[in-house]
């Protein structure tokens, strides 16, 4: 039987988008490694997603993901601004942009929380200002053919 509970957790943090891969040669071979930051950022997601799964299975089948990403609010800002901002009046079009941002959360959920992140067969996602920066994950399993 198939555990259909929701997992739930958050990130703690500021939300890092998943950088781009950098080349390095050695000993005259070139190979692609993430940065420091990426990859501290995927542990950070990995401990997070292991603590939420309270030692349950990988899920195996298709998944319904929600991320609910949270930036912290720039110092710069006026009060009027941050209340706006607080209120849901104003939007971060600043980084990370949303799409690295779910990048880093599912390969930082493989082997963690699903098998592989191709399980992923809908997604939604939001990007807002908040009092604490973080991403709060929700993964739901689904049903074959469920909509």
């Not at 420091?36 to 298709?62: C, F, S, V, W």
């Not at 929600?66 to 800002?77: C, K, R, V, Y």
């Not at 997604?123 to 709060?136: D, F, I, N, S």
């Amino acid at each position: 039987m198939t555990d259909l509970r929701p997992v739930l957790f958050t990130v703690p943090g500021e939300p890092v988008g998943k950088g781009r891969p950098r080349l390095s040669t050695r000993h005259g071979f070139t190979r692609m490694h993430s940065s420091d930051k990426t990859i501290n950022y995927e542990g950070l997601i990995a401990h997070a997603g292991h603590q939420a799964m309270l030692g349950r299975a990988l899920i195996e089948g298709p998944v319904l993901v929600e991320l609910d990403i949270a930036l912290s609010i720039p110092q710069s800002m006026s009060k009027k601004r941050k209340a706006q901002a607080l209120a849901g009046q104003l939007y971060p079009t600043k980084k990370p942009d949303a799409d690295n941002v779910i990048k880093a959360i599912f390969d930082g959920l493989n082997g963690v929380v699903w098998k592989d992140d191709v399980q992923v067969v809908k997604a939604m996602v939001g990007k807002r200002y908040g009092e604490t920066p973080g991403v709060r994950v929700k993964v739901v399993p689904l049903l074959e053919g469920e909509q």
